[in-house]
């Protein structure tokens, strides 16, 4: 069962993003496409019958792997992150034989203290050491093992990704047959991951966009673009439907050079062209700092691993007399007062910046709109 608040203010954006295994978003509930408020039930591809009493509808998956996130907005003011809490409580899921009559409440604040480490690793260590837990979700050196499980456990999958399964299911028992095709699909495996990873790039990944920036078009309904789709688990995997949100990428100032945290850019929207996102639906934009790794900071200086409405809500921005916004992106903060109020910190090396547009408009999917460059100051 999956529970969606009824108690949500209009203008207020949570949704519920249901990915199947491969990550294609197989439902998207919430404001933007003002789901109603009210519990629905999950099912896996071999699932036969009716809607249950008290169901608002039935939610099909083509596997019976899958990822659910919910998310509330919360600008930077006490008021409105006790309102994202107050709508997360709300948002949840139970099996249906723990399910009762009425809405459920849930606990977020308890689920976040209740996070579950790998074995051998502490709180204090990842306090002490962000770091340590930058490791590579998929093992290369056990890749087809780890594959052969999941289509064993996911025997059903939808009908774009069915060739693809069947090759691997091929290619699984061609690795079985022999130590020699066993060795040589190793090999392969281990280059591909290689190569994945080198053409997974924020300078390079999508299509254009205007002014520098890239995205990928079809993000979170991929289809048939299984390379597509393995670029986005590197660099933002399980990423919505692009109708829900899209993603802007880049790692290059406006003369295409790779962004250095020690250098100093601005970006600089005009009198009323902020990202147009639909505000009555929720909608909501932000910039988003990454390291080279395509992590956020650590440890940022000024609280912030990104910047937009969250900070417009909170009257933390400075406009300019004409009426536009100036970004700061630096390692070293501004020196100028209004400067450092509109301040993404870089780190100290190589960075990568990422525009989310939560509930975009026709001039965002259309491209008619095109963000403003990065560009190095001199």
């Not at 100093?264 to 910039?287: H, I, N």
Request: aromatic share 10%.
């Amino acid at each position: 069962m999956v529970q969606t608040p009824s108690d949500a203010p209009p203008g207020h954006y949570w949704t519920i993003q249901i990915c199947d295994l491969f990550t294609t978003v197989i439902h998207q509930l919430g404001s933007a496409s003002k789901t109603p408020g009210g519990k629905f039930l999950l099912v896996g591809p071999n699932w036969t019958g009716e809607t249950p009493s008290g169901y608002i509808d039935v939610l099909r998956s083509p596997t019976n792997v899958v990822g659910v996130f919910g998310r509330s907005f919360a600008a930077n003011t006490g008021e409105s992150k006790a309102l994202a809490r107050t709508v997360l409580n709300q948002i949840g899921m139970v099996a249906q034989s723990l399910d009762k009559p009425g809405p459920l409440r849930f606990d977020c604040e308890a689920s976040a203290r209740n996070k579950v480490f790998p074995p051998g690793v502490t709180p204090e260590m990842v306090a002490a050491d962000p770091d340590m837990l930058r490791a590579k979700p998929v093992d290369p050196t056990h890749f087809w093992d780890t594959l052969a499980k999941a289509l064993d456990f996911n025997s059903e999958v939808s009908a774009d990704d069915a060739p693809m399964a069947a090759q691997a299911r091929t290619l699984l028992a061609l690795r079985a047959s022999d130590p020699a095709w066993k060795a040589l699909l190793d090999r392969t495996a281990l280059a591909a991951d290689a190569e994945l990873h080198d053409s997974a790039k924020y300078e390079q990944v999508g299509v254009d966009a205007g002014n520098g920036w890239q995205c990928q078009d079809n993000g979170g309904a991929w289809g048939t673009d299984w390379f597509g789709r393995a670029q986005a688990a590197v660099i933002y995997i399980y990423v919505n439907d692009f109708h829900e949100a899209i993603y802007f990428i880049r790692g290059t100032d406006d003369k295409g050079a790779l962004l250095q945290g020690r250098y100093r850019y601005t970006v600089t929207f005009p009198k009323d062209a902020l990202p147009p996102v639909d505000r009555e639906r929720g909608g909501f934009w932000s910039l988003t700092m990454y390291d080279r790794d395509y992590f956020m900071l650590a440890k940022s200086p000024n609280g912030r691993t990104n910047i937009g409405t969250v900070n417009l809500d909170a009257n933390e921005l400075k406009f300019a007399d004409d009426g536009s916004l100036t970004l700061h992106l630096s390692r070293d903060p501004p020196s100028d007062k209004d400067a450092q109020a509109n301040w993404l910190p870089a780190p100290d090396g190589q960075f990568a910046l990422l525009v989310r547009a939560y509930v975009p408009t026709q001039a965002l999917l259309d491209r008619s709109y095109k963000l403003p460059n990065v560009v190095r100051s001199k």
